[in-house]
């Protein structure tokens, strides 16, 4: 359209036309409709290139925000990492401290454990001794609630009362009687396991067990201050230990072990 218009202006053009008084309003007219179309083309153009750099200008704000949100994404995976690190570091320190100190404290106790065997053991020996010269081994007599019928004799057969006896030095031997329910005769390789059995044990809590001498009783008020400690403490650990395993089984349970027995 614009080439059309230049080429009619350019026949139009008064110079070429003297004598046609027509040419010149009629190239008047051409050069103004040209004009028009080339202010049109050129503002065509000009929204064109706008468009074009709107566009690019929409698309580097985009590609900026996805830029920057990965860049705090990274910043804060970095912060996160470096606070587990110092968290994970904090935490082994602590492991370590409290490693060391169960540590300590389990090489206070397996010595103070080992002071008070080496001493039970002393003193087993001098019990010995003055068994031997006695000529005598401790016996006690148990007597526990049984009824005539009771074939398990209420939870207290003879792998369960040597058990709990055991604990307090060794068992020589161990009668129960068929006769009369509820009725037991031990003896004892000394007079301290003995001693110990008569002071600390109690049987099951459902059905005590009552114990009484029967020869080799010990004197009263003989015992040594050394002894005397070491006998509260051993007496603290049986007494603890009679209880976990008599309250750990029941008569029930101890009845239906003896019959899977």
């Given at each position: ?8 202006a350019l026949e139009c053009h008064p110079d070429k036309n003297p004598d046609n008084p027509k040419a010149v309003k009629l190239f008047h007219q051409l050069s ?149 329910k509820g009725s037991a005769n031990v003896e004892f390789s000394s007079t301290k396991t003995a001693e110990l059995a008569f002071k600390n044990e109690t049987g099951l809590t459902s059905n005590p067990l009552k114990i009484s001498w029967l020869e ?46």
């Amino acid at each position: 359209m614009k080439n059309a218009c230049r080429q009619k202006a350019l026949e139009c053009h008064p110079d070429k036309n003297p004598d046609n008084p027509k040419a010149v309003k009629l190239f008047h007219q051409l050069s103004q409709a040209l004009e028009g179309l080339t202010e049109a083309a050129a503002k065509a153009a000009y929204d064109k290139i706008r468009k074009v750099k709107k566009r690019a200008a929409e698309r580097n704000q985009k590609l900026e925000c996805k830029r920057n949100k990965v860049k705090l994404d990274l910043e804060a995976h970095e912060r996160e990492a470096q606070l587990n690190e110092a968290e994970e570091i904090k935490i082994a320190k602590n492991l370590d401290e409290v490693i060391a100190r169960l540590r300590e404290k389990g090489s206070i106790r397996l010595e103070e454990q080992q002071r008070l065997v080496k001493e039970q053991i002393l003193l087993e020996r001098d019990d010995v001794r003055t068994d031997s010269v006695n000529n005598s081994t401790p016996k006690q007599k148990l007597k526990w609630k049984c009824k005539k019928d009771d074939e398990s004799n209420d939870g207290y057969s003879h792998e369960y009362l040597l058990s709990i006896l055991n604990k307090y030095g060794e068992v020589l031997n161990l009668l129960i009687s068929r006769k009369k329910k509820g009725s037991a005769n031990v003896e004892f390789s000394s007079t301290k396991t003995a001693e110990l059995a008569f002071k600390n044990e109690t049987g099951l809590t459902s059905n005590p067990l009552k114990i009484s001498w029967l020869e080799g009783s010990p004197p009263p008020n003989t015992s040594n201050p050394a002894s005397s400690s070491l006998e509260t403490s051993s007496s603290n650990l049986f007494q603890n230990t009679a209880r976990t395993e008599r309250d750990s089984e029941s008569p029930v349970m101890m009845r239906m072990r003896l019959a899977a027995e």
